[in-house]
């Protein structure tokens, strides 16, 4: 299954904070920021252009010093909050 983010957020640091703001449309079916770590924004900027689960475990597992099984579980959980918050097509 390929992942994608809607369109109508911008990321932005504040406060030395990463956080992905709803703007137009998207104000009205998001409120608030979606915080995101550092390993977040990586797989946020990966979904703007779509991927699937995998591409995104071997981004993890090629950047931090993290096992396969780790980089799974947190890419699940993070695609998971992701649905939930409506931010996924």
């Known amino acids: 299954m390929t992942y994608k983010l809607k369109d109508g957020f911008v990321v932005r640091k504040i406060g030395g904070r990463i956080v992905a703001v709803p703007v137009g449309r998207q104000t ?3 409120h608030g920021m979606i915080a995101l770590t550092e ?46 918050q409506g931010a996924l097509l």
């Open 28 to 30: 009205s079916e998001i």
């Open 39 to 84: 390993s977040a924004e990586l797989l946020w900027n990966t979904l703007k252009n779509g991927a699937e689960e995998n591409e995104l475990v071997k981004i993890i597992t090629d950047t931090y010093d993290v096992d396969e099984e780790k980089a799974a579980e947190d890419v699940k959980r993070f695609l998971q909050g992701l649905e939930e």
